[in-house]
């Protein structure tokens, strides 16, 4: 523990954001750091728990309390190699990931919890600016080639680990440029991709080879992958979820994916036919999470007319609720900075259809309020509540619905069996599929979930691909690396 009554000394202090008129007129990151100062205090409120509980909010591992103890003490470069040692990319979770972490930290059943993921954020950007970061190729080379299948944060950890382990690795990703979701489905505004582009480069500088616009199953026979010694799945979650509502093929109905990618290919001078626009328009956002709030932001930037937002379930408690107990995740309402420049959130709310003219363009959306029917033993049941039925101006609506499972065309044409949720089959820590060179990892696997998962799974998939092709693997787990910090 840096400072023993640091966290009776000092609060919480989280980045601010620059003022919504002005950060709307523009697609970059617009959060205001903290002064290293500050930043020095907030790293002091960290108790140093005998049983740190953040620990167990990260899938990473991440050594909280030691890096947060490096930054209090002023040694960013060891509070950077603590950092590197569980995550790789801790510049993409310090902006994205939702801090499962701080809502586990111990600090937080009596007051606010110490800004984990800011401090992780300031740490990555110190070592970036200092220059700690530098590419670390292999001495050596095994002689295994590895195809890595899909290059989000699942597919990076992955690549990276298994380089270090010395096998030669290409990845794949059949968009125009790498990143996964990071690069087109993350608004600039929340991640400017830079911060990805500086990180490819130094992955490249250590050996791993990209190789855009291949679509594995599509423009790349399958049949091409029995060339490396082993390969890894890592192409996401990225089937779609619809609405089975009448009118649902309306010319204006968008999935938000869609409407989010378009928008950051313009943005980087990418060519888009007919991209989807909010401008004008009356836009109402189908979906509470993430995603939704990325559209909402999205859409103020367009210079959208009006912005509503649906979600079917209940509105969260304000605070966190007694059915989600520390160290729980909590039911608990959150406000993003998107949501804060400008939409109307409207909960128990389900959208009936959709209304559109003679030539098939949206016009409008019919809704009823709902409620949940709870009996013990059974699936909740949702209730219409008659009489509050609606009819919501509407030309644009995108549906922020989240994702179903992976696309099936690998796994069919390779012949990998898939579990009741369309999930490609591997067991968690083996990461093995039904035929023994092939691994998969990340939303492939477990289905849609949090980057620090992707991180983690792509990690430890590495692991069990070196200990199949070599043996062994020095590549470290979870537990070694907190036994090294002990020593």
């Known amino acids: 523990m840096g400072k023993v009554t640091g966290f009776k000394e000092f609060e919480r202090q989280d980045e601010s954001n620059a003022p919504v008129p002005e950060r709307i007129k523009h697609y970059n990151e617009f959060t205001i750091p903290l002064s290293n100062e500050e930043i020095t205090k907030q790293g002091s409120r960290c108790m140093d728990c005998g049983i740190p509980f953040c620990h167990s909010g990260c899938p990473l591992g991440n050594l909280i309390p030691d890096f947060n103890h490096m930054v209090h003490q002023g040694e960013w470069q060891k509070a950077s190699w603590l950092l590197h040692a569980t995550n790789n990319f801790p510049e993409f979770t310090g902006r994205l990931c939702p801090a499962p972490c701080e809502k586990s930290c111990v600090l937080g059943i009596i007051e606010e919890p110490v800004s984990i993921e800011n401090i992780e954020k300031q740490i990555v950007e110190r070592a970036f600016k200092e220059g700690w970061i530098k590419p670390q190729p292999p001495k050596t080379r095994t002689g295994k080639t590895i195809a890595i299948v899909g290059s989000g944060p699942a597919g990076l950890a992955a690549a990276q680990q298994l380089n270090r382990a010395g096998h030669t690795v290409t990845v794949f990703e059949r968009d125009d440029e790498v990143g996964g979701l990071l690069r087109y489905g993350i608004p600039n505004f929340k991640m400017e991709k830079g911060i990805i582009d500086r990180r490819i480069a130094i992955l490249e500088a250590e050996g791993i080879i990209f190789k855009t616009n291949v679509n594995v199953g599509e423009n790349y026979d399958v049949e091409e992958l029995k060339k490396f010694d082993a390969v890894v799945l890592c192409g996401g979650a990225t089937v779609r979820r619809g609405l089975p509502t ?15 990618t378009q928008q950051t290919k313009v943005l980087f001078g990418k060519e888009v036919k007919d991209q989807v626009l909010a401008t004008d328009k009356h836009v109402i956002v189908i979906g509470g999470g993430d995603t939704g709030s990325d559209c909402v932001g999205t859409s103020n930037r367009h210079g959208a007319k009006s912005v ?27 406000t993003s900075s998107s949501h804060e ?51 919501w101006p509407c030309d644009l609506a995108l549906l922020a619905l989240g994702f179903t499972g992976p696309e099936s065309t690998i796994a069919d044409k390779l012949g990998i069996e898939k579990d009741a949720r369309s999930n490609y089959k591997a067991e968690y820590g083996k990461y093995q599929t039904n035929i023994p060179n092939i691994f998969t990892a990340g939303d492939m696997r477990r289905g849609q979930s949090l980057i620090v998962w992707a991180i983690s799974e792509g990690r430890e998939a590495a692991r069990q691909v070196d200990i199949y092709l070599m043996g062994k693997s020095d590549l470290p787990t979870k537990n070694e690396i907190d036994d090294l910090v002990a020593l």
């Open 341 to 391: 420049e400008g939409v109307e959130r409207n909960w128990l709310i389900n959208t009936k259809e959709f209304i559109k003219d003679e030539s098939g363009k949206l016009t409008a959306l019919k809704t009823v309020n709902v409620e949940w029917k709870m009996v013990p033993g059974e699936r909740p049941q949702l209730i219409e509540i008659a009489g509050t039925e609606k009819t």
């Open 308 to 334: 509503v937002n649906f979600e079917i379930m209940p509105k969260p408690p304000g605070h966190r609720s007694p059915t989600t107990p520390w160290p729980f995740w909590p039911l608990q309402l959150k």
């Open 246 to 260: 009448p009118g649902a093929d309306a010319d204006g109905v968008v999935q938000a994916m869609d409407f989010l």
